[in-house]
T-cell receptor
Framework: GIQVEQSPPDLILQEGANSTLRCNFS?????LQWFHQNPWGQLINLFY???GTKQNGRLSATTVATERYSLLYISSSQTTDSGVYFC??????????FGSGTKLNVKP | DAGVIQSPRHEVTEMGQEVTLRCKPI?????LFWYRQTMMRGLELLIY????????DSGMPEDRFSAKMPNASFSTLKIQPSEPRDSAVYFC??????????FGPGTRLTVL
């Protein structure tokens, strides 16, 4: 299957700081997505971004499909941004692979 | 809408017992997904349905696992017989389109 590598594995930020999370895929994917899991376990779909750039408030994501990576930007971080960020993708939804996540802790 | 509803929220059972997890998707959503999350394997997509039809169950780990969607408002994931290594959090998600998923709160399954 496709290997999904996320970096960094852990990240500690002071509230208000910016950060960039990265996701690398070992092969091409057609359905790249970013998810956030809050400290209570709730999963939220952040972006569907097989290519290009999207923005939603303080979050934005960019995928360079030809180079098989995606970036998630968090600006002006808040404590509510804490949790684990996952990227996932595959050739189609029958084969959909998750990274191991970036655990973010935003301190007040 | 109340969002995706999963039941039970917690399930503790003994090895060998049958376990049935339930999911009610958001009304009007054509896609339904079942995921499993464990410390060892992380998040895994088990199966997804489009208009109540299973698209591919190749993500289902073993024949002990089965999923059904008898109608647009209900799906089940069944494990028979259950084993300790099935202990995990099982998430159900639904979406109006394949790329915008709304997750339920999950069912935490413990198999003793």
């Amino acid at each position: 299957g496709i290997q999904v590598e996320q970096s960094p594995p852990d990240l500690i930020l002071q509230e208000g700081a910016n950060s960039t999370l990265r996701c690398n895929f070992s092969d091409s994917v057609n359905n790249l997505q970013w998810f956030h899991q809050n400290p209570w376990g709730q999963l939220i779909n952040l972006f569907y971004i097989p290519s290009g750039t999207k923005q939603n408030g303080r979050l934005s994501a960019t995928t360079v499909a030809t180079e098989r990576y995606s970036l998630l930007y968090i600006s002006s971080s808040q404590t509510t941004d804490s949790g684990v960020y996952f990227c996932a993708g595959g050739p189609n939804f029958n084969k959909f692979y998750f990274g191991s996540g970036t655990k973010l802790n935003v301190k007040p | 809408d109340a969002g995706v509803i999963q039941s039970p929220r917690h399930e503790v059972t003994e090895m060998g017992q049958e376990v049935t997890l339930r999911c009610k998707p958001i009304s009007g959503h054509d896609y339904l997904f079942w995921y499993r999350q464990t410390m060892m394997r992380g998040l895994e997509l088990l199966i997804y349905f489009n208009n109540n039809v299973p698209i591919d169950d190749s993500g289902m780990p073993e024949d002990r696992f089965s999923a059904k969607m008898p109608n647009a408002s209900f799906s089940t994931l069944k494990i028979q017989p259950s084993e300790p290594r099935d202990s995990a959090v099982y998430f159900c998600a639904s979406s109006p389109v394949v790329d915008e998923q709304f997750f339920g709160p999950g069912t935490r399954l413990t198999v003793l």
